[in-house]
């Protein structure tokens, strides 16, 4: 098979995707109600981020161009604010400030539709990523220099 064709194991086709949505039975009572997977989606992002609330808030008003404070963050993300949900217009932006288009997938995937991320939301996890393994290698360095000081002191 050449390199084009080949899938990775376990990796579906464009066409097997739409096919699985195609058979996908019609949702029974409650199955569409997303709303503690949705905010554990939202506070899982949030903590992946580089950015403190302050700052995820502070850009998410910039690009609404609307007051977004740390504490709208908070109560959308507490489990005890049964009734603060997370308002889907704000949805575009937080997933620009965070870098990731999960909450985006997650509604859709419900919706019986699915997200493919663009070019540049592409490169923003590529860019992630590389930061990750940077910042992993920096702290590998760091474990070996200790472990040669300790085992030098034997």
């Not at 989606?41 to 609404?64: D, V």
């Not at 009734?83 to 990731?100: D, I, K, T």
């Not at 070019?119 to 040669?148: H, N, S, V, W, Y």
Request: hydrophobic share 35%; aromatic share 8%.
């Amino acid at each position: 098979m050449a390199k084009s064709q080949q899938k990775i194991v376990g990796q579906m086709s464009i066409f097997d995707l739409l096919a699985t949505f195609q058979n996908s039975p019609d949702p029974g009572p409650g199955e569409l109600n997303i709303q503690s997977h949705f905010q554990g989606i939202i506070t899982q992002c949030i903590k992946r981020c580089p950015l403190s609330r302050w700052q995820i808030a502070g850009k998410m008003s910039e690009l609404l161009n609307q007051e977004i404070s740390k504490y709208m963050l908070d109560s959308w993300t507490a489990e005890s604010k049964e009734y603060h949900r997370f308002p889907a217009e704000y949805l575009p932006a937080f997933c620009a400030v965070v870098g990731s288009f999960e909450p985006l997938r997650i509604l859709a995937e419900k919706a019986n539709v699915f997200v493919v991320p663009g070019p540049e939301a592409l490169r923003g996890e590529i860019k992630r990523l590389e930061e990750d393994i940077k910042r992993l290698q920096q702290e590998k360095r760091k474990r070996q220099t200790f472990l040669r000081e300790v085992e030098g002191d034997r």
